[in-house]
C-alpha cells in the first residue's frame, strides 16, 4: 500500500499563477483532509471532506479551493497565487471516527514569489 | 477558541539523556490527544491517549494523558541521535461542521552525539 500519496514535492509559482495539487489515499479512507504548515505555527487545516461529495472549510480556507474528486482523490487548487501561500502542504487521511489517527502524506513545498 | 500549547518549543540534549515534552489544552468536547513524530517530511503517529493516568509505551518512547490538569507529556529514555524530529501534539477539535486534528505548534528536539 502507498498510503497517501501527493504530487508534486516541490512547486514555484510566480503571484497570480494558478497550480493544483493532487492527493490520492489507497487506505480505502472516508474522511480527507488539506493542512498548511508554516515555521512556528503547527500545522492548520485549509479544508477537509467527510466523504465523497461534500467538503468543508477549516480554520485558514480562504484563497483555496478544493474538489473531492472520488473517495480517493482530494485536490486543493490555488487560483492566483500569492507570497502569503508559501507553505509545506500536507494532505491527511483517517476513517471517519472524530477522534482516530490521521495518515499523512510527504507533504508540497510551494514558493511563490 | 480551541488551544493546544506545546513546551518547551526547542530543546537540545546528548545522547543518553531523558527528555519530557509536554502538552497542555483547551477545548470543548475533550476525546482525545495524539502524539506525532515529524522528520522532515510527513508527520508520523505515536501515540493516542483517550484515558486518564494510563501510560501508553513503545520502546523508549511513554506517554500518559492528565484530563484533570489538562495536559500530556510525551517522555523519551536513553535519547539517540535518531529521536532528533519535531513532536507534535494534537487534540480533535470541530470549526463549524468541519471536524479537525488542532495542532500545537511542536517541540524540536536535537539530540547531540
Known amino acids: 500500500n502507498a498510503g497517501v500519496t501527493q504530487t508534486p ?48 472549510k477549516g480554520e485558514v480556507p480562504n484563497g483555496y479551493n478544493v474538489s473531492r474528486l472520488n473517495k480517493r482523490e482530494f485536490s486543493l487548487r490555488l487560483e492566483s ?18 477522534s482516530s489517527e490521521q495518515f499523512f502524506g510527504p507533504g508540497t513545498r510551494l514558493t511563490v514569489l | 477558541e480551541d488551544k493546544v500549547v506545546q513546551s518547551p518549543l526547542s530543546l ?19 476525546r482525545s490527544l495524539l502524539w506525532y513524530k515529524q522528520e522532515k517530511k510527513a508527520p508520523t503517529f505515536l501515540f493516542m491517549l483517550t484515558s486518564s493516568g494510563i501510560e501508553k509505551k513503545s520502546g523508549r518512547l511513554s506517554s500518559i494523558l492528565d484530563k484533570k490538569e489538562l495536559f500530556s507529556i510525551l517522555n523519551i529514555t ?36
Not at chain 1, 35 to 51: K, N
Open chain 1, 9 to 56: 514535492k516541490f512547486q514555484v509559482l510566480k503571484t497570480g499563477q494558478s497550480m493544483t495539487l493532487q492527493c490520492a489515499q489507497d487506505m480505502n479512507h472516508n474522511s480527507m483532509y488539506w493542512y498548511r504548515q508554516d515555521p512556528g505555527m503547527g500545522l492548520r487545516l485549509i479544508y477537509y471532506s467527510a466523504s465523497e461529495g461534500t467538503t468543508d
Open chain 1, 81 to 98: 497565487a500569492a507570497p502569503s501561500q508559501t507553505s509545506v502542504y500536507f494532505c491527511a487521511s483517517s476513517d471517519q471516527r472524530e
Open chain 2, 12 to 30: 537540545v540534549v546528548h545522547e543518553g539523556d531523558t527528555v519530557t515534552l509536554n502538552c497542555s489544552y483547551e477545548v470543548t468536547n475533550f
Open chain 2, 78 to 113: 536513553a535519547t539517540q541521535t535518531g529521536d532528533s524530529a519535531v513532536y507534535l501534539c494534537a487534540v480533535p477539535t470541530q470549526t463549524g461542521s468541519a471536524r479537525q486534528l488542532t495542532f500545537g505548534s511542536g517541540t524540536q528536539l536535537t539530540v547531540l552525539p
